[in-house]
């Protein structure tokens, strides 16, 4: 037979390692590695060059500091340069869904260069009411933002597309907000992906260090302390146990949530986990400056280890970028 195409001579990135094999394609699949050149109608030469299965981001923020219909053409250029295929996109919007969610899905469906997904981010009980029209709109995941409240409860949402004005808001993702989405995300059969930061301890925290005068990454570090992690981990991992619902952890980058994690698996929350390059690379110690400073923190070298220890032994599940697609001017 003749097949549809076949990539010769590439260093192939296999399940079982790195394999000097053809990849041979029928009607858009792989349907067989080869060393020799099967008959076919296209033949491209990768002599040289590396073949990765298409990776998936699953954690992008596009949207906020650049409209999407802009964003979405920008952001999906540079990740498919990188060998990213599919990119997950956190919407966050300000008003109901009713009323926005419908431009926003319009002016990104025709400039995506790779595949996409939405996640959409729940912060008020008329959102909560509107996940049901999420799922008809084939959003099935929802996010929570557990480190925002009180002090500490401003956020930029998404831009109107078409525009460039910031849309700054204040939310309060409270105990009854949390429960109410895990309950709701359950019956709806959807995972909820939380960024777990106890929003009350987090604000004490930053108060403190202001009143000492700290700065730097490490004061950040300790201002968000990873038990402020845990005691969000324990919280929800709660909840998803009375509801029977699944929590999808985002950026996960401490020991000591990690940790937390393991108990609350043992007490038998269905839990997936997440986490980003800059744990696995950065660390306090060795940053100066204020380029690293994420939520939550980059924490020691010994987290970093923690961290690679936890994807060797399963215990991670995915790698997301938790990319921002901001301009430097901002
Ligand atoms: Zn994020």
């Not at 709109?137 to 460039?164: A, C, D, Q, R």
Request: hydrophobic share 35%; charged share 20%.
């Amino acid at each position: 037979m003749t097949y549809d195409s076949v990539i010769v001579d590439s260093h192939v990135i296999h399940q079982s390692g790195i394999i000097e094999k053809n990849i041979v394609i029928n009607e858009g699949k792989i349907v067989a590695f080869t060393t020799d050149i099967p008959s076919c109608d296209k033949k491209i030469n990768a002599a040289g060059l590396v073949s990765i299965p298409g990776l998936i981001d699953t954690h992008m923020h596009y949207g906020v500091y650049s409209p999407i219909d802009r964003a979405a053409t920008t952001e999906s250029h540079v990740v498919a340069i990188g060998g990213v295929t599919t990119m997950m996109r956190m919407l966050r919007l300000d008003g109901a869904f009713s009323m926005n969610l419908q431009q926003q899905l319009k002016a990104s469906s025709d400039s995506h260069y790779v595949d996409y997904a939405i996640h959409a981010s729940i912060f008020n009980q008329t959102q909560i009411d509107e996940m049901k029209l999420c799922v008809e709109n084939g959003i099935t995941s929802f996010k929570l933002y557990m480190n925002l409240g009180g002090e500490i409860g401003h956020v930029y949402m998404e831009m109107n597309p078409g525009e460039t004005k910031l849309i700054e808001s204040h939310v309060d993702v409270n105990d009854e907000i949390i429960e109410n989405v895990v309950k709701n995300a359950a019956n709806l059969n959807c995972p909820v992906l939380v960024h777990a930061e106890d929003y009350q301890e987090c604000a004490c925290g930053i108060k403190t260090a202001k009143e000492k005068n700290r700065d730097g990454l490490n004061a950040w570090s300790e201002s968000r302390s990873p038990d402020y992690e845990a005691k969000a981990i324990k919280k929800i991992s709660e909840y998803a146990r009375k509801y029977n619902s699944i929590i999808y952890f985002v950026h996960i980058g401490s020991s000591r949530a990690l940790e937390q994690i393991t108990i609350e698996r043992e007490n038998g929350t269905k839990i997936f986990v997440e986490t980003c390059p800059h744990y696995l690379t950065l660390s306090h110690e060795t940053q100066d400056g204020y380029l690293a400073k994420v939520m939550p923190p980059i924490r020691t070298q010994n987290d970093i280890s923690s961290v690679w220890e936890a994807i060797s032994k399963n215990q991670i599940n995915t790698i997301g970028t938790d990319h921002v697609a901001n301009q430097l001017k901002l």
